[in-house]
Each structure stands twice: as C-alpha cells, then as structure tokens.
C-alpha cells in the first residue's frame, strides 16, 4: 500500500512516500522558504533510486507547495508514480490536537471543521496543515486522508504537571494548560528505544529530548508522560533556534511601558529574534555557533552555555522526577548531530550514572542510532534519529488496513 506522509512547517513543507507495511522509502523531499518575499523557495527531492535533486522555484504558499510535491512524485523522467491514484492514503502532522483529538483522526467535513476551531492556539502552524489537507482533497478527492496531532501523545499527562499554578477557571473556562509538543517525534523514538532496550514501555523511565530549530523535552514513566517542556504552545521550555523558552511574563508589560512595542512585537521577538540567535548574535545554527566558540566568540560561548545549562537543568530535574531513568534519549537535528552539546549535558554526572564514552558520543552523528553511555554508566544513553513520517505512515496504514 502507498502511503504519502506530509510534514508542514510555518514556511517549510516534507514529505516522504513509503510502500507499507514493508516501510520502503520511495521518495522523500522538502520545500523550503514556502512563501518568503525575501528569498526564494528550495525544492529538494529524491525519487529513489534517482539521484537527489536541488533547485530553486517559486512556492507562493503551501496548496502550492502540495501540488510542487505531486508533479515531483509523477515527473516523467524520475517520478515515482505513473498516477496519483496509486496513493492509497495521505498522512498529515498537525500541530495542536488540545483535547479534543486524543489520536490519529480520518479527515472529514466534522473534523476538518474541529481543526479550524483550533487555529487560534497555534495560528502558524494550523493554517498551513489545514490547507495541505484541504489541496489533497482538492487534488486526490475520496482517498483517505488521516492526521495526526503533535499533542495526541500527551493524553493523560498528569494534572499536576499539565496545570499552571493560576486561577482555577482559566483551565476550566479556557482550556489554559500545557499540553506538550513533538509528540510524534517521542512516540516514534520511545518506541525505537524500547526495541533497543528490549523491554516494553510500560517497564521503562525515559527521558526524551528533540533538540531541533525547536526544542523540548519529555519524561515519561510506563508508557505516559509525566511532565514535558513545551506548554500552552510551543513557546514555553528549554532556550531554542528563535524562541526564548521559559521566560517571566512580567517583563511584556514592563517592556511596552518602556520601548513602545506593542504586545504582538514582543510576542513575535519572542518567538522569532529569540533563543540561540538574539544571544548568539550570529544566528540559531548551533554548528556555526560552536566553529565561532572554538574561534573566541564570546556571545556565541555564551549562546552554547545557556542552551547546555538549560537542558542539564530540565534533565536533572525530569530525573530527580521519575526516580532516575533506565535511558535519555537525543534527536533533532542538534541532538542527533552535536556530540558537543551530549558531552557539555553530561560533564561531571558520572557519580549520579550518568557517563558519555567519548569514542561512542563522536562516532555517533548524521542519521545513526546508538548507544553512548558508558559501559559503567548505570542510565542508557541513546542518540535516535528522528522519523516523524514514518511513525505516521505506520498509524495511517494501520487506519487504512
Ligand atoms: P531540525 O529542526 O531538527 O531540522 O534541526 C535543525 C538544527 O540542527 C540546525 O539549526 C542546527 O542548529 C542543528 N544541526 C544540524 N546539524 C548539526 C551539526 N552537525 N552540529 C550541530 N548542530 C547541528
């Protein structure tokens, strides 16, 4: 069965099609810079066993950028597909689920309608994975079309860490709690992890950390959450590409008494000239931002320090919080490729049986899964690329089956 998977960003559009349930990769791609005045869109694809292909295009938005995919997957000399009716089913990652969507979902008139509601907790990201969804039943009406919810994963989060400690009826009246994010991404690597560990999540303590442009981490016991770092959206928690992470409101007003911003500007600087970028001062990369620490760049030092003390913070206190961990697991672009980011989280930990093995921890990056704690080390240490898509491919074929 053919299943194609669409993963939208604010401005950025994946895919990969895959041949289930062998989880063959057919084709995989990404659109980039979806409607910037600024620069133009990057299309890279490859139709396997093709070579891959890189090119710039004009993408004015994302029902644009869903049609770019399907002529890709049809082209002539290297497409995948002869018709697009081989498709047998779609996936989509949606961002925000709040409660009301509490696992995958087929796409309906109803549910579709749902999702709109939803569009004001997560005004980037909703619209753009409304409207892939909406130009895939313009374009392929009548096939199955599932989406599946970043937040669906946290369902039974315990109330004392999915509340804020503010006025009851915020919660009541106006669905005001965390609600956790990446929730694919930690449903696909627990599930990794647990391979790997040979034993079933409901026996295992896990700390998980996706560490990308976005960045959170989750700890989870038997199989449920207990606490995670992203909250009401994804703004809240460890210090990020653009976003500032944990952050005392009193500051906004203060702020806007003081420079004339208006609530929006402060809101947007937040989540957009935040984190890594606003400290480092040379941009969110934490590549560049670790060549220029090695070259004597101060801020950029201080960027790498801030974004390491963070996540030893969380880390120590989702630990302390389960009553150790059996393992703590990195992906993300940072976590899967940065093994000076592991090494800076675990430094000085070996009393507590938290050890990185240097040669483990170094050979360890661009797309591979390993272990690389110490033989003493008494938690597990994992690096886990993340697959998003094809942990959807694997709950759309289940619905299509
Ligand atoms: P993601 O959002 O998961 O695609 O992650 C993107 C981020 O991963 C980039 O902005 C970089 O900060 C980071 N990254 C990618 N490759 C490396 C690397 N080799 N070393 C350090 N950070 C990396």
Redesign the pocket.
């Given at each position: 069965m053919i299943i194609l998977v669409l993963n939208s960003g604010s401005s950025s559009l994946k895919y990969k099609l895959f041949n289930m349930p062998d989880e063959e990769l057919l084709s995989s791609g990404l659109i980039e810079n979806i409607g910037d005045a600024h620069k133009k869109s990057v299309f890279t694809y490859k139709n396997l066993p093709h070579e891959k292909i890189k090119g710039e295009t004009d993408c004015k938005d994302h029902r644009h950028a869903v049609e770019l995919v399907f002529d890709a997957l049809t082209e002539t000399t290297s497409g995948f597909l002869k018709n697009l009716k081989e498709i047998s089913a779609i996936g989509h990652r949606v961002v925000h689920g709040k409660d009301i969507f509490t696992g995958p979902a087929v796409v309906s008139e109803d549910s579709l309608a749902e999702m709109k509601k939803l569009t004001e907790l997560a005004p980037l990201h909703m619209p753009v994975n409304i409207a892939c969804i909406e130009e895939c039943i313009k374009i392929l009406p009548g096939v199955l079309q599932v989406a599946h919810f970043d937040t669906s994963y946290y369902t039974g989060m315990p109330e004392f860490s999915s509340l804020y400690p503010v006025p009851y009826d915020w919660h009541k009246k106006y669905s005001v709690r965390r609600y956790g994010f990446h929730g694919i991404s930690y449903q696909y690597v627990n599930e990794t992890a647990s391979l790997l560990l040979k034993k079933p999540l409901s026996e295992l303590k896990l700390i998980s950390t996706?560490?990308?442009?976005?960045a959170s981490i989750t700890a989870f016991s038997q199989g449920r959450v207990l606490d995670t770092s992203m909250g009401f959206t994804p703004l809240e928690g460890l210090m990020m590409?653009t976003r500032a992470g944990y952050f005392d409101p009193a500051v906004i007003p203060y702020l806007i008494s003081k420079t004339g911003f208006s609530l929006e500007d402060i809101i947007k600087k937040l989540n957009n000239e935040s984190g890594?970028t606003a400290i480092s001062g040379i941009g969110?990369?934490?590549?560049s931002?670790?060549d220029a620490s090695r070259e004597g760049n101060t801020r950029a030092q201080l960027a790498f320090d801030m974004f390491v003390h963070t996540l030893r913070k969380y880390i120590g206190a989702y630990f302390f919080s389960l009553g150790g961990a059996d393992a703590i697991i990195f992906t993300?672009?940072?976590?899967?490729?940065?093994p000076?980011?592991r090494e800076a989280v675990f430094e000085n930990l070996a009393p507590l049986g938290l050890a990185i093995d240097e040669k483990a921890n170094r050979s360890i990056?661009?797309e591979k899964t390993g272990f690389i704690n110490t033989e003493t080390g008494k938690t597990k240490i994992l690096v886990i690329p993340?697959n998003e898509e094809l942990m959807i491919a694997r709950e759309t074929y289940k619905t299509a089956s």
């Open positions: 996706h560490l990308g442009n976005g590409g890594l969110r990369d934490m590549r931002i670790i993300g672009g940072i976590g899967e490729n940065s000076e980011v990056k661009r993340a």
